[in-house]
């Protein structure tokens, strides 16, 4: 048994945030403050063989994680930025877990807990011998004839995959103290305890994920495999230039439009609207079933860095759509400010992960 949800033992005064993802490593360090904690430092390292071969990336999704690549990209990392603890707290991508959010009458706490032994074997497809797992309530309604549901967010990880993390820190030499979902760290760094019925949309590199969350809570999510780089292909394709060279347009040109940008808008938007056309299924479908309005729209990751992304989510959404904020509950010294905005985007799972057990 591997804790998942649960605080870590106190007494230590600063953590590591690391954010694995498919093409890249993120990690920040936060050191414990009289309020908020404060971000003493931060390293970035991307991996770029992937837009040379498509499947040279850190990790897919096929549960797989390239494990000596892996742990020699992290011990890079580590050795380059300096951070002063070796106390860690990683992030497991959605596609190599299992979430779902089950409801079930309200009772004791001894009750809910026999039942979830029964959920668990109904609900999760591998025996459970080969998982590590955990829930927690997040609510609770009265359903259409008036009965009282509690609803739990069940959250299982294969074994093998908590090995494999924990293999890799420590060949990186570092002190793995706890594994976590990363929905449930970006939930953290960009909501808090914000009770505004909201979605986030995390775009990668690979994959988008897409997580409801009301009263601060996690209330469903889900993940597809449009992303970052699925525009960056279609200005490869489309422009006949280099992944490098796309990724570098990309970036510089965002999705805003006007006489430059024109051509490079209309071969991205149609892959933007395959995505926001995802995210409004589960917009509507979570409405329906639980009678909800959602608020807003909150973008996070590499992907929501493009220029003119958030407001073209509000056009095409009709709800308030903005780029999320890791930063919220944190205290950053001056000499960051240069590079806030990419820590608010790109690093919000790796903040919500370092400051679990400061909240």
Known sequence: MFD???????????????????????????????????????????????????????????????????TFMLKTLVKQSGFKTSAAIASIPSFASFITMIEMPSMSEEETNKAMGFQIRQSVPLPLSEIAVDWIRVGERNDENGFAKQQMVLIAIPNETVSRYKSIFKGAGLSLKALEVESLSYIRSVIGGDKTPSMIIDIGARSTNITVVDQGFLKHNSQIDYAGDSLTQAITKGLGISYKRAEELKKQRGISGGSGEYELSTLELPFIDVIISEVNKVKDNFESNFGLKIQRAILIGGGSSLIGIDKYFESQMQITSVLGNGLLFVNTPSQLNVVEKELQVRFATAIGLAIKNFV
């Open 4 to 70: 998942l949800l649960k605080k870590i033992i106190p007494g230590r005064s600063s953590y590591l945030g690391v954010d694995i993802g498919t093409t890249s490593i993120k990690a920040v360090e936060l050191t414990k403050g009289a309020q908020n904690p404060t971000l003493t430092n931060y390293g970035l390292l991307e991996s770029y063989g992937h837009f040379e071969r498509a499947n040279n990336v850190i990790q897919a999704n096929a549960l797989k994680l390239s494990e000596k690549e892996t």
